[in-house]
């Protein structure tokens, strides 16, 4: 048994960052080939971040999801072929050292939306990352929360549902859910994954913040583990520690101890593989700390930056 750990977005050390553009100052451009160099030097940055991760031995990373600024936006026409062969030296690298990579549109990619607009934005979001994965010639996933309650939750699911089942395959396929810290609880979310055939993202620190007291995880688990039973992919988690008692929903920049142990202490009941993502404000550095406190304080046998159990 092996637990991958990752993390996401610009790790510290390179110091370094993806950049992104506004649509104000896309359309205030004279030469509109200045949205290309971004992209061009986003490219590079991840092409730089995959290296640093393999000399690392870190096999599980979510890269941002701005990597091509304004390629949602349906007035902006998008070249992608122009990008294609950069892409596929990166993908190369991420396959060949079997690298897990996914993406987290933010909070503006809704399916349980009853706003026409953000729906097809939504989907625009959705097919924009599985052109993105298709370039890099690699199989990825992204995280999505159900987002919207109004006017009830009811209403609301049936509209995720519906949107949901007039995706085409291949978007569908991308796609896994994830419970949030203060509107869908991991039941209401499991329970929508097992009816769609959607694989689920235990988010345990969401789970922590307001539904612990009305949820037992361990009864859940085996569910939530068995919606990835179709899948080639481990089960994965994500995994954060609290700003402070008062900004609890807020991400701490490092990993608390005791915590993740108790955390590792229920999943690794099950005796098979998963993946877990730090999303912590830290990044590589938060990573690199709770390894190095799990080999000290357990210790626990390491294999590069995978925790092993015998």
Known sequence: MQIRIGYLGSPHTLKEKFHTMTLKKYQSLDNKDELDKIIIENLKFLDKTIDYNIQNKIYFYRMTHNLFPLATVKDIDYDYSKFKNICLEI??????????IDAHPDHFCVLSTKNEE????????????????DLLNIDSRIILHIGS????????????????????????????????DHIYTVSETLNLCEELGIPMVLDYHHFKCFHEKNEKIERLLPRIIKTWE??????????????SLKEKRTHNFYIDYDSFVKFLNIITKFEIDFDIMLEAKGKDEALFKILRQLKFYKPYKMKGNMIIFD
């Open 230 to 243: 179709n899948t080639n992919l481990n089960p994965k988690f994500h995994f954060s520690s609290p700003q």
């Open 149 to 180: 309650k109004d006017p009830t939750k009811e209403e609301a699911l049936k509209r995720f549902k519906d949107n949901f089942l007039n995706l085409d395959e291949d978007l569908k396929k991308i796609i896994l859910l994830e419970n949030d």
């Open 118 to 133: 953000v729906l097809e934005n939504s989907i625009r979001i959705i097919k924009n990352h599985k052109d993105i994965f």
């Open 91 to 100: 993908g190369e690298k991420i396959e060949k050292n079997n690298m897990r």
